[in-house]
């Protein structure tokens, strides 16, 4: 069988689809980049915004045309809460919800009569098949807390974490194969191991005890369940210097109103703990403009505090307004023109201080991990900062690591160069 993986959204629903590859090519199938070649194509969808709801309809319908003789597969968070509605969409097989994604290979295996080749030999390829070289790890699913306008975490339900032996053994798996670099992630990774006794410190202190993969990185992490001493772990260089802290908003009378956890104050002592362990500490984080009963006033204070904590990048996201949440029933809900007003605002500040971030970087020297070659020669890759970089005199090759010296900005204000010749040194690789 040949089958195509395709997934819409968070970093946790690409870890999944590299689990479920894995399987599949285990038992002796093949995995492939194109869906227009696949028997099967599972897709792995996303409902985080009422866009992400709209993009996986189109998606699911984009699938069916370019292969209505495949068996199509929807996960994810969109079937999960529409699952009745996904079903009645033509040209899907199956509709799998998010509590049964531990068991979408073997329900697979049966609902399709596929066959199980014992002991086959592969070589797990599915990550540079699908053009990615950075290995996402689910470490755990879930969350306990419901923030007034996150559908998430009633698609993804209680917090479920798992075990520390199976998340370092699959990392040094995917080390084994050739990935350079991991990347922890999760519904509410700083909450791991809160139904286990245990904790995000412990679970990077035994991976970096117990693997020797390179980079470690973490995804989205909420800014709160963090010990004091916790960006301590990040003096090992394995440990990538960024972090992605969702504050949402920079007004704590909004927060309150958002239920979230961690307000401007203790965000900002997070922040200032990351930058004394280490100089440069990229902070990147999320926010969303126009949430209901926004007035300008808060707004502005969001606005004058995003500007002084200066983060390295800033998703903005316009109010979604989700059913079944509690914020979508607020009233004061805001006009599509002020949200519309807001996010323009906030995307030029962050385009600001983005570039201020990268400013800091010009004239050092910088590890990258190299992904993509384009243009006959030139390569792009990320920094431990997570900071993207184009080199054109780079003789190097997919998922190596060099230093290379930063030499501008981009003229799009994005990405750092490496312009002179020679100007790069292989790193060498255990």
Partial sequence: MNINFQALGCRLNEAELESWASQFM?????????SADADIVVFNS??????????SRQ??????RKNPDAKLVVTGCHASLNSEAVKDYLGVDMVIGNADKETLVDRLLEKFNIEVVEDAKYVDNTLFLRGRHRAFIKVQDGCRYRCSYCIVTIARG????????????EINFYHKSGVQEIALTGVHVGGYGSDKGSSLYILLNEILARTE??????????PWDLPDNFFQLFRDQRLMPHMHLPIQSGCDSVLLRMSRRCKTAEFSRLVER???????FNITTDVIAGFPGETEQEWQQTMRYIESVGFGH???????????TRAAAFSEQIGN???????KEMHELAATLKRKELEQHIGTWASVLWEQSINGGQWLGYTPHYHRVMSYNNDTRASEISQVRIDQIGDDGLVLLNLVANNSISVELN
């Fill in 158 to 169: 209680a917090e479920r974490s798992r075990s520390i032996s199976e998340i370092v053994a």
């Fill in 274 to 280: 990351a930058r004394d362990a280490i100089p440069l």
């Fill in 314 to 324: 800033i998703h903005v996201f316009p109010f979604s307004p989700r059913e079944g």
């Fill in 26 to 34: 285990k038992f002796g199938h093949q995995v492939t980049s194109d």
């Fill in 337 to 343: 023109s002020t949200k519309k007003a807001r996010s």
């Fill in 213 to 222: 993969v390179p980079r470690i990185r973490l995804a989205s992490v909420e």
């Fill in 59 to 64: 998606q699911i319908n984009r699938l069916q």
């Fill in 46 to 55: 996303c409902a985080v915004t009422s866009e992400a709801d709209r993009k």
